[in-house]
T-cell receptor
Framework: DTEVTQTPKHLVMGMTNKKSLKCEQH?????MYWYKQKAKKPPELMFV???????INESVPSRFSPECPNSSLLNLHLHALQPEDSALYLC????????????FGPGTRLTVT | KQEVTQIPAALSVPEGENLVLNCSFT??????LQWFRQDPGKGLTSLLL?????REQTSGRLNASLDKSSGRSTLYIAASQPGDSATYLC????????FGTGTRLQVFP
């Protein structure tokens, strides 16, 4: 099983809402990632978790809050977002942080109104 | 700062052609290089991973090469098919993945 799943597929939220994105993998990978992708642009790294600990935060605004409850799950909590935060949010996982292949989920299309 | 450029930005070809997609980078201090394809509005599918000590990898009709000294990688697609239509992204693994600008490929029947 080389699958990374993400829920929901689509999310529309207002600027005062609180919502969460969920990512799950059952490949025994110990590194998990959140990326943001705007239209016609490459993905940009947001956060990296290694062995359930946050190892990289790419200066992401605090309205995005990641959480890694266990080695299979990764959440991204959203609060007070702006319309410019509308994007495709991609989750990925890999066996370790470097030297290895990353596997991506299908993404969550987020629209902030 | 590592910069990754892909040429061409867009490509439209008839079915059956052999294709070369290019990826150039400025810093040769990489761990590996990964090629992905992305269908519109979808996630990324890993195609090939080349370790920094390797020079090429093959999978089916795809062949990717890596020349660290010249800062280049190429993705060769043999006998292209309409189903190959997608955006192709190269990504360099330093301490994190740095993605190239992408090549949008359209293969028409």
């Amino acid at each position: 099983d080389t699958e990374v799943t993400q829920t929901p597929k689509h999310l529309v939220m207002g600027m005062t809402n609180k919502k969460s994105l969920k990512c799950e993998q059952h490949m025994g990978h110990r590194a998990m990632y959140w990326y943001k992708q705007k239209a016609k642009k490459p993905p940009e790294l947001m956060f990296v978790y290694s062995y359930e600990k946050l190892s990289i935060n790419e200066s992401v605004p605090s309205r995005f809050s990641p959480e890694c409850p266990n080695s299979s799950l990764l959440n991204l909590h959203l609060h007070a977002l702006q319309p410019e935060d509308s994007a495709l949010y991609l989750c990925a996982s890999s066996q370790d942080v470097i030297f290895v292949e990353q596997y991506f989920g299908p993404g969550t299309r987020l629209t902030v109104t | 700062k590592q910069e990754v450029t892909q040429i061409p930005a867009a490509l439209s070809v008839p079915e059956g052609e052999n294709l070369v997609l290019n990826c150039s980078f400025t810093d040769s201090a990489i761990y590996n290089l990964q090629w992905f394809r992305q269908d519109p509005g979808k996630g990324l599918t890993s195609l090939l991973l080349i370790q920094s000590s390797q020079r090429e990898q093959t999978s089916g009709r795809l062949n990717a090469s890596l020349d660290k000294s010249s800062g280049r990688s190429t993705l060769y697609i043999a006998a292209s098919q309409p189903g190959d239509s997608a955006t192709y992204l190269c990504a360099l693994d330093t301490d994190k993945l740095i993605f190239g600008t992408g090549t949008r490929l359209q293969v028409f029947p």
